[in-house]
């Protein structure tokens, strides 16, 4: 076997592991090897946000030196151990035809640590999950992403955020945030199973214009980047069933390896008052060490 080759067992499932010393982030030395220590250590608090969802993977199998793409289907040499989700191809963005794509289910530490070998740097999750029949079933989650347009960053997307948490509060909702791990800022929400909006786009839709009727020269709710200079959009499309959005806890492809990371409100509040010294762009480190602290602040999502 080739030396670049590590034969595992992770809770009694064999892997082989590859290439772990390979530098995927090269910015901040970070190898697969620490990728994969990352994904492990966060597996506890990761795996529940991704249970009983199709996991779309963004891949960089030779990190930021090289390309990346993102993978629906379960690749090819997948262990026969894993589990997978099939979904109409018609129910899922950019597909096309009538089949069916069978996707990852990332159940366990074993099928995330198999993603992370494989160089799975981000984790995208649909708003809803399966059922027990095997089809999708209504949105439970309620997603608002905030991308500024420069020169806006994140102190406006957080401005926006506690504008939004208002909003939402009013209709009953109790919110709460993370960084994208890029440069913006997502509110998310439980829906309830019984007596939700009836689609949580269209009534998403109507919030994101709402705030733009009330701060014009804040927030957009219109994708047209030449209508989004110095404001934040509030990207309400998200909310439409066939398309993802990276998960809690998910690495990004940024040079410096960040983390879509919860946040506290009093966070998003200093942030929002331009605080130089709040930080809210987290490492792994950073994120393992919040989480040990802090525990997981998204856990009202799913328990």
Known sequence: MSATKTPVEVEGKALTLSN?????????????RDVLRYYTAIGPVL?????GRPVTFKRAPDGMAGGAFFEKHVPRGAPG?????TVPAKDVEGSKGNGEIVFPAISDLASLVWAANLAALELHVPMWRIGPKGTPRR?????????????????????????LREDLERDGFEPLAKTS???????????????GPR????????????????HASLVTSVMRKELRRAKV????????????TVAPYSLRL?????????LSWDEVTAAAAGDAAQQVRFSTDDVLERVDRLGDLFAPLHD
């Open 20 to 32: 772990l010393d390979k530098v995927l982030y090269p910015a901040v030395a970070l190898t697969k």
């Open 47 to 51: 795996l529940p946000h991704l249970a």
């Open 81 to 85: 151990w894993l589990k997978t989700i």
């Open 139 to 163: 949105p439970d989650l309620l997603v608002f992403d905030l991308d500024p347009g420069a020169p806006a960053d994140i102190t406006q997307c957080c401005q926006v955020a506690l504008l």
């Open 181 to 195: 791990g890029s440069k913006g800022l997502q509110l998310y929400a439980r829906l309830p199973v019984r007596g």
């Open 199 to 214: 689609s949580s786009s269209d009534y998403a839709h109507d919030v994101a214009r709402r705030l733009e009727g009330t």
């Open 233 to 244: 959009l509030i990207d309400w499309s998200q909310n439409n069933p066939s398309k993802t």
């Open 254 to 262: 940024t040079d410096d390896a960040t983390v879509s990371t919860p």
